[in-house]
């Protein structure tokens, strides 16, 4: 299970202009309990990148 500063630091990511980071967040927030709504939500990200890993995160 991850910390509570790591499900913020990727919270937080979110937001990135930045693809990678936000397709890092993601595959972060797969690994913590409660998040499906912010995984759907990058679902509909304009980068494929964002998108699959998202849609791998929801799967998990």
Do not use: C, Y
């Amino acid at each position: 299970m991850i910390a509570g500063h790591q499900v913020a630091f990727f919270l937080r990511e979110l937001g990135s202009p930045e693809p990678a980071r936000r397709a890092a967040a993601a595959k972060g927030l797969s690994e913590a309990p409660g998040h499906v709504t912010e995984l759907v939500a990058l679902t509909a990200d304009p980068v494929p990148q964002v998108r699959a890993a998202a849609a791998l995160g929801l799967g998990r």
